[in-house]
C-alpha cells in the first residue's frame, strides 16, 4: 500500500468524528489535523515510513501529537510527542499484542529475493521486520504502526481512535 492509501483509509475513520469535534486538515504531505485550543493549537498527525511499501515486510506509521503556536505539523511546539508518551499500561499491551499478530502473518521472502544477495548486516535488518516483539512497549518507546494490507491499517486505527479521542480530551481539560 502506498502511503496515499494509508492516508485515506485512516482519513476514512478518523477525520469524521475529528471534523465533528472541531478539527481540520492540515496542508501537508502527511495526514494531519488540528483545532484551535485556547491560545494555540492541537495538531495531530500520521506519517508513514520514508522506507515505503515492501512485497513481504509492509511498511509501517506512526503519529505525533503536539500543541503549537501554529496549525503546521512539526513546526517549533509546546508539546511535541509520538503517540506512545500518552498510552496507558492496557494500551501499551493492546498494540503490543496487535503487532505480533501481524507480524505472525507476515510471509517472509524465498530465497531469491535480492535482500540475500546484500551483506548480513542488510538481511539481518530486513529480516528484523518479520520478528515479534519480545518486550512490551513502554511510553519511551518509539511505536511504529506496521501493516501488510488495508486490514492491518483498519486494525490499527479501531485500536488508536479512542485513544486519540481520550488525548483530544485530555488536553481540552488541562493546561497541558
Known amino acids: 500500500m502506498k502511503?496515499?492509501?494509508v492516508y485515506k483509509v485512516i482519513n476514512s475513520i478518523i477525520y469524521p468524528k475529528l471534523k465533528a469535534n472541531g478539527f481540520k486538515k492540515t496542508k501537508s504531505g502527511m495526514l494531519g489535523f488540528y483545532k484551535p485550543l485556547k491560545e494555540t493549537y492541537l495538531v495531530i498527525w500520521f506519517q508513514c515510513s520514508q522506507d515505503g511499501f515492501e512485497k513481504y515486510a509492509g511498511s509501517k506509521f506512526t503519529i505525533e501529537i503536539q500543541i503549537?503556536?501554529?496549525?503546521?505539523?512539526?513546526?517549533a511546539s509546546i508539546v511535541n510527542h509520538r503517540i506512545p508518551f500518552f498510552l496507558t499500561e492496557e494500551e501499551l499491551e493492546i498494540i503490543y499484542h496487535a503487532e505480533n499478530e501481524i507480524k505472525e502473518n507476515l510471509k517472509k521472502p524465498t530465497k531469491s529475493h535480492y535482500i540475500f544477495s546484500l551483506d548480513e548486516?542488510?538481511?539481518k535488518w530486513y529480516l528484523n521486520k518479520f520478528e515479534k516483539l519480545t518486550h512490551q512497549y513502554k511510553k519511551s518507546s518509539d511505536i511504529w504502526f506496521v501493516y501488510f494490507d488495508q486490514a492491518n491499517v483498519v486494525k490499527w486505527v479501531q485500536i488508536i481512535d479512542p485513544i486519540i479521542n481520550r488525548i483530544i480530551s485530555d488536553f481540552e481539560r488541562s493546561d497541558y
Open 3 to 5: 502511503s496515499t492509501e
Open 68 to 75: 503549537s503556536k501554529t496549525n503546521e505539523i512539526g513546526t
Open 121 to 123: 548486516s542488510m538481511q
